[in-house]
């Protein structure tokens, strides 16, 4: 069974503290777990490229 994986790191996302969203740009879902959030660490949505926090 797959779980779902962080943008960011590619770590496996818990069920708290992690997030998901549309890109700004596509809707494609982003996801970011507790640490890459918490860092500001950048991520890239994989499908139109946008570049975010």
């Known amino acids: 069974m797959a779980r779902d994986r962080c943008t960011s790191c590619n770590a496996t996302l ?3 503290g992690s997030t998901r ?3 700004p740009v596509c809707a494609h879902e982003i996801n970011r777990c507790y ?3 918490e860092q500001s660490i950048g ?3 994989p499908v ?3 570049q975010g926090p």
């Open 48 to 50: 139109c490229g946008f």
């Open 21 to 23: 969203f549309p890109c």
């Open 14 to 16: 818990a069920d708290e």
């Open 43 to 45: 991520y890239t949505c």
């Open 35 to 37: 640490r890459c959030r």
